[in-house]
């Protein structure tokens, strides 16, 4: 249970991440259109017509991206409610069998051991979810690094050729 609840810690903290990095695509985009639209604007007021069907052909094409991001937003913001309340859930129900269980005498002086580490800002080995995720960050920069060290050998091999 105690996996299950850990895991969960980690499934929220990922679409925590990703509802930012929606946001951040989002108002990215809001900007692209606001730029779009003034550009056809400024072609308008000099009438340059062909300037403002280009941008108002890139202000349709951002307006629809807008759009779909502002709907994954909302569904994102959705799931990441209902994974919070399944972790609430799924942390009290813990909390009630820990209580409930009869448990051995040295395996409950045990976890009341850690709990005390943990709730004096002690991280217990295994269960530190920002150690997990920078783990995964830095595996993902590894991987990004090697990726863009093949793409230098490829370009020189083909500036060679």
Avoid: N, Y
């Amino acid at each position: 249970m105690r996996e299950a609840v850990v895991e969960a810690k980690v499934a929220v903290a990922e679409i925590q991440d990703a509802v930012t990095r929606t946001e951040r695509e989002l108002g990215a985009e809001r900007q692209r259109l606001a730029d779009a639209e003034r550009r056809g604007r400024l072609a308008g007021e000099i009438q340059d017509q062909e300037t403002m069907t280009v941008a108002e052909r890139f202000a349709a094409k951002h307006r629809e991206r807008v759009g779909v991001l502002e709907r994954k937003l909302a569904a994102q913001r959705e799931e990441l409610a209902l994974a919070e309340r399944e972790l609430t859930d799924m942390q009290a129900q813990l909390r009630s069998a820990e209580r409930d269980r009869p448990a051995m005498e040295g395996e409950r002086s045990s976890e009341t051991a850690w709990r005390d580490v943990q709730s004096g800002g002690g991280a217990r080995p295994g269960m530190d979810l920002q150690d997990e995720l920078l783990k995964s960050d830095l595996d993902r920069a590894a991987r990004e690094a090697a990726a863009a060290r093949q793409l230098e050998e490829l370009k020189k091999k083909m500036r060679k050729e």
